[in-house]
Nanobody, 125 residues
Framework: QLQLVESGGGLVQPGGSLRLSCAASGFTFNVYYVGWFRQAPGSEREGVSCISSADGSTAYADSVKGRFTISRDNAKNTVYLQMNSLKPEDTAVYYC??????????????????WGQGTQVTVSS
């Protein structure tokens, strides 16, 4: 059955890098939109970066543009988030998510249907 399994979180110093991975199974991954969201303590969940199913269109939160890169490997049913130049304010639980295909969809804004369990990213000296 459907699963989204995240990995790659951890503790890193400011300026460092992490690469998050999310392996999907149990659904037709290649036709789904996927993305990364995060939630810090006391804050609402926010979209970090999302990618379309077909043409590779992407969306990024303003706070991570130029530092984070989302990609997907449909052959491996996996979505990645490369995070560079990490800042303490990037500290959060990061979730991967997948959205059912449809006609109209707004990356990171329209509802996502399937969610991973989250992985902790902590940026601290």
């Amino acid at each position: 059955q459907l699963q989204l399994v995240e990995s790659g979180g951890g503790l890193v110093q400011p300026g460092g890098s992490l690469r998050l991975s999310c392996a999907a199974s149990g659904f037709t991954f290649n036709v789904y939109y996927v993305g990364w969201f995060r939630q810090a303590p006391g804050s609402e969940r926010e979209g970090v970066s999302c990618i379309s199913s077909a043409d590779g269109s992407t969306a990024y939160a303003d706070s991570v543009k130029g530092r984070f890169t989302i990609s997907r490997d449909n052959a491996k049913n996996t979505v990645y988030l490369q995070m560079n130049s990490l800042k303490p304010e990037d500290t959060a639980v990061y979730y991967c998510a997948a959205a059912r295909p449809g006609g109209l969809f707004r990356l990171c804004v329209s509802p996502y249907d399937y969610w991973g369990q989250g992985t902790q990213v902590t940026v601290s000296s």
